[in-house]
């Protein structure tokens, strides 16, 4: 597609069930973004991809949480034992770099809500 | 560390009002600084962005002029439609590549 498509759009699950979420980038983007947005807030970094090298994870707020790129296209970002806490959205946001190596400007999805109940 | 301060919503306007968000920043080195617009339901989309002091970014009728001097990167426009009823957030970039983001600013138009 043109865009980020992130999947599901909805997520609910039990305080204590794992999850996987999915982003698939822009076709050709080397770069690859996850944020976390609580409710009213701005989305907060969580970590970075360059191709299917995660260069920057410094935002993750526990071991609960991976992500992972293996073959530098698809991203999937795993919650395990889930807390009410994690209640969020979870954007992807993806991006070309240019000649110097400078990021471009990110191209967000439309995020994965995910609510523990 | 960097960080980013948006004035408190909501803003409510009636059409064809003036609107200026306030945005203020703090960050290391000279960073590239941005306006994302998120619609209900929907991810952020880049509205405008400047890169350097004095740069002014515009797009769609919105315009912010990037002032190293204050630190600020307001955004304005001179007449607001009911179709710009969003939330705006500002952001920052410095280093490589992460975002920075403020907390957001709803606006809200009326007709």
């Known amino acids: 597609g043109a865009g980020v498509s992130q999947s599901p759009r909805y997520k609910v699950a039990k305080r204590g069930q794992d999850v996987a979420l999915r982003c698939d980038p822009i076709?050709?983007?080397?770069?690859l973004f996850w944020y976390q947005q609580a409710l009213g807030q701005g989305p907060e970094f969580l970590t970075y991809?360059?191709?299917?090298?995660?260069?920057?994870k410094s935002g993750l707020p526990s071991d609960r949480f991976f992500a992972e790129r293996p073959e530098g296209s698809v991203s999937t970002l795993k919650i395990q034992r889930t807390q009410q806490e994690d209640s969020a959205v979870y954007l992807c946001?993806?991006?070309?770099?240019?000649?110097?190596?400078?990021?471009?400007?990110?191209?967000f999805g439309d995020g994965t809500r995910l609510s523990i109940l | 560390g960097d960080s980013v301060t948006q004035m408190e919503g909501p803003v409510t306007l009636s059409e064809e009002a003036f609107l200026t968000i306030n945005c203020t920043y703090t960050a290391t080195g000279y960073p590239s600084l941005f306006w994302y617009v998120q619609y209900p339901g929907e991810g952020l989309q880049l509205l405008l962005k400047?890169?350097?002091?004095?740069d002014k970014g515009s797009n769609k009728g919105f315009e912010a002029t990037y002032r190293k001097e204050t630190t600020s990167f307001h955004l304005e426009k001179g007449s607001v439609q009911v179709s710009d009823s969003a939330v705006y957030f500002c952001?920052?970039?410095?280093?490589?590549?992460?975002?920075?983001f403020g907390k957001g600013t709803m606006l809200l138009v009326s007709p």
């Open positions: 400047a890169t350097k002091a004095d």
């Open positions: 946001a993806s991006s070309l770099r240019d000649a110097g190596g400078s990021n471009q400007p990110q191209h």
């Open positions: 991809f360059q191709n299917e090298a995660q260069l920057d």
């Open positions: 952001a920052l970039r410095s280093g490589y590549s992460t975002l920075t």
């Open positions: 076709s050709g983007h080397v770069s």
